[in-house]
C-alpha cells in the first residue's frame, strides 16, 4: 500500500515538472517560478556568464582555442584573473558573482567547518549546499531578481540555494551529465522568450577542463582535446547569439586554473584530538581550546613540506582571515606537495596561493555591444561583480563587497 501510494505521489510530482518545464531536451530537470520581467527593465541589455571550470590563463593560446582567441582579438580580455585564497571551485564562483572574498562571503573551501551551526560545509551534501543560511553576501542574480530583472542559471555555485529567499528564475539542480552542448541550447532558448519572460543574466557552467586537468594535466594531449572540444561549446553559443537581434554582452570565465602537483604531505602522525578539522585544501583545524591550538600547531610544524599559520597570522596579501568559518590552523603546500586524503592523489590539482603559484591564475574574456575591445594584464576576480551590475545597470548591494570597479571600467565602454 504504502508503495504504491510513493507511486502515485512519484507520478503527480513528474506531470507537475511537465506542466510548469518547456519543451526542450533537459526541461524535466528545470525549476522555474512564476515570474515576469519589470516593464521599466525591458530595454535592458543581456550579460552570459560562463564559467569553464579550471580553465587556466594560458590554455587558449597554448592548446589554440579559436573561439576564445576570436573573443581575445575583438573583444576584451584579462591576460590573467587572478582567483581568491583558496583557489577551489565553491569560494571561486561565489567571489566571482558577489564581488567578495571567500573570507567575507563565508564560502571559505569547498568543504569546511561552521562553528556556529557545528556542522561541516561539504560540496557532496546536498542539504547545506541548497540551504541559503550558508552564502553570504549578494549574488548577482539576486540582486538583478530584487530589482524586478529575471535571471536563470544552468549551473552555477549557489544558484540552488534560497539566498535571502531568492533563486534565478529559471535553475537547474547540479546535475554534470547534462550534455555541454544542451546546456547552450537551453541558453539560446531562454533568449527566445517573449520579452517579459526573457532572462537578463544568465549563468552558465561546464566542468570538462577541470575534470580532464586533473585526472591528466595541464599539459597533456587530453587536456589540448578537452580544451578544444570547450570551445567549441562557446562558439556553439556564439554562433546563436549571432542569428540574434539582442544586446547580449557575454563573458567567460572561470574559477581557478591547475598545476601538476600529486606528492602528499603525511599528517599521520599528528594527534587532531578532539578538533574538528577540514582535510581537503586548504587544510584546517578548529579548536577553541588556546593550549590545545598550540600543541596541535607545533606538532604541524614538524612535518616537512607544509607552511603553518595560525589564524591571524595569515598574510595580508592572501585576503583569508576573520571569517568565523576559517580555522585557528590553517596548513598549506606548493606543488608538487598537495594535502589531500586519497592515498594517490590525481596528477594535478588546485588550491594553492594564487600569489605564489601562478599557474592558478584564469581567464576573463568579454565582448558584446557595451563591451571595449582591449586588455589589461591582470584583474582580481572580485572586481568582476562590478563590471556585470554595471552592465546590468543594478543598484547596491547595501553591504561592503571587496572588488573594485578598475575592472568594470577598463572594459565598459
Ligand atoms: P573541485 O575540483 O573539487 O574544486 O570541484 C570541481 C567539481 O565541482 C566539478 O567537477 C563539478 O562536478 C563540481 N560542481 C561544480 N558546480 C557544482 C554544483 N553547483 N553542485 C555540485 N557540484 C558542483
Ligand atoms: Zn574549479
Ligand atoms: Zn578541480
Known amino acids: 500500500m504504502r508503495s504504491f501510494t510513493s507511486l502515485l505521489v512519484f507520478i503527480w510530482l513528474l506531470a507537475c515538472q511537465a506542466t510548469f518545464s518547456q519543451p526542450?531536451?533537459?526541461?524535466?530537470?528545470?525549476?522555474?517560478?512564476?515570474?515576469?520581467?519589470?516593464?521599466?527593465?525591458?530595454?535592458?541589455?543581456?550579460?552570459?556568464?560562463?564559467?569553464?571550470?579550471?580553465?587556466?590563463?594560458?590554455?587558449?593560446?597554448?592548446?589554440?582555442?579559436?573561439?576564445?582567441?576570436?573573443?581575445?582579438?575583438?573583444?576584451?580580455?584579462?591576460?590573467?584573473?587572478?582567483?581568491?585564497?583558496?583557489?577551489?571551485?565553491?569560494?571561486?564562483?561565489?567571489?566571482?558573482?558577489?564581488?567578495?572574498?571567500?573570507?567575507?562571503?563565508?564560502?571559505?573551501?569547498?568543504?569546511?567547518?561552521?562553528?556556529?551551526k557545528r556542522e561541516h560545509y561539504k560540496v557532496s551534501n546536498r542539504d547545506v549546499v541548497e540551504d541559503g543560511t550558508w552564502y553570504g553576501g549578494t549574488p548577482l542574480w539576486v540582486l538583478a531578481e530584487q530589482q524586478g530583472l529575471l535571471t536563470a542559471s544552468f549551473f552555477w555555485v549557489g544558484s540552488e540555494a534560497d539566498i535571502q529567499g531568492l533563486y534565478p528564475t529559471y535553475h537547474y539542480k547540479y546535475d554534470g551529465s547534462i550534455a555541454n552542448e544542451a546546456r547552450v541550447d537551453q541558453v539560446l532558448s531562454w533568449l527566445d522568450l517573449p520579452e517579459s519572460e526573457r532572462p537578463h543574466l544568465i549563468m552558465l557552467y561546464f566542468s570538462l577542463t577541470d575534470d580532464i586537468g586533473h585526472i591528466f594535466g595541464p599539459e597533456s594531449p587530453e587536456i589540448e582535446q578537452a580544451v578544444k572540444?570547450?570551445?567549441?561549446?562557446?562558439?556553439?553559443?556564439?554562433?546563436?547569439?549571432?542569428?540574434?537581434?539582442?544586446?547580449?554582452?557575454?563573458?567567460?570565465?572561470?574559477?581557478?586554473?591547475?598545476?601538476?602537483?600529486?606528492?602528499?604531505?603525511?599528517?599521520?602522525?599528528?594527534?587532531?584530538?578532539?578538533?574538528?578539522?577540514s582535510k581537503s585544501m586548504p587544510f584546517m583545524v578548529y579548536q577553541e581550546d588556546t593550549d590545545e591550538v598550540v600543541r596541535i600547531y607545533n606538532e604541524l610544524k614538524q612535518v616537512p613540506n607544509i607552511t603553518v599559520y595560525l589564524k591571524d597570522e595569515i598574510p595580508?596579501?592572501?585576503?583569508?582571515?576573520?571569517?568565523?568559518?576559517?580555522?585557528?590552523?590553517?596548513?598549506?603546500?606548493?606543488?608538487?606537495?598537495?594535502?589531500?586524503?586519497?592515498?594517490?592523489?590525481?596528477?594535478?590539482?588546485?588550491?594553492?596561493?594564487?600569489?605564489?603559484?601562478?599557474?592558478?591564475?584564469?581567464?576573463?574574456?568579454?565582448?558584446?555591444?557595451?563591451?571595449?575591445?582591449?586588455?589589461?594584464?591582470?584583474?582580481?576576480?572580485?572586481?568582476?561583480?562590478?563590471?556585470?551590475?554595471?552592465?546590468?545597470?543594478?543598484?547596491?548591494?547595501?553591504?561592503?563587497?571587496?572588488?573594485?570597479?578598475?575592472?568594470?571600467?577598463?572594459?565598459?565602454?
Not at 39 to 66: C, Q, T
Not at 78 to 85: A, F, M, N
Not at 333 to 344: G, L, N, Q
Open 316 to 413: 595580508q596579501s592572501m585576503n583569508y582571515s576573520g571569517h568565523a568559518n576559517i580555522g585557528q590552523i590553517l596548513a598549506l603546500t606548493e606543488p608538487p606537495y598537495v594535502i589531500s586524503e586519497r592515498p594517490r592523489p590525481s596528477r594535478a590539482t588546485h588550491g594553492f596561493n594564487p600569489i605564489t603559484v601562478t599557474e592558478m591564475n584564469t581567464i576573463f574574456y568579454a565582448e558584446g555591444p557595451a563591451i571595449k575591445k582591449g586588455s589589461v594584464e591582470k584583474a582580481h576576480n572580485t572586481d568582476v561583480f562590478l563590471l556585470v551590475k554595471e552592465l546590468l545597470d543594478l543598484d547596491g548591494p547595501t553591504h561592503v563587497i571587496d572588488g573594485s570597479d578598475k575592472l568594470a571600467k577598463a572594459a565598459i565602454k
Open 229 to 277: 572540444e570547450i570551445d567549441g561549446v562557446i562558439g556553439r553559443l556564439r554562433d546563436g547569439l549571432s542569428n540574434k537581434d539582442l544586446p547580449v554582452n557575454l563573458i567567460v570565465t572561470s574559477d581557478h586554473g591547475m598545476v601538476n602537483a600529486k606528492v602528499p604531505v603525511n599528517l599521520g602522525r599528528v594527534d587532531f584530538g578532539n578538533s574538528e578539522v
Open 24 to 116: 526542450n531536451q533537459v526541461s524535466s530537470r528545470q525549476i522555474i517560478q512564476q515570474k515576469t520581467n519589470d516593464p521599466v527593465n525591458h530595454d535592458k541589455p543581456y550579460v552570459i556568464m560562463v564559467s569553464l571550470d579550471g580553465f587556466r590563463y594560458d590554455y587558449a593560446e597554448k592548446y589554440n582555442a579559436s573561439n576564445l582567441l576570436d573573443m581575445v582579438a575583438n573583444g576584451f580580455s584579462v591576460e590573467q584573473l587572478i582567483p581568491s585564497y583558496p583557489t577551489k571551485t565553491f569560494p571561486n564562483h561565489y567571489s566571482l558573482v558577489t564581488g567578495m572574498y571567500p573570507s567575507s562571503h563565508g564560502l571559505v573551501s569547498n568543504e569546511y567547518y561552521n562553528p556556529d
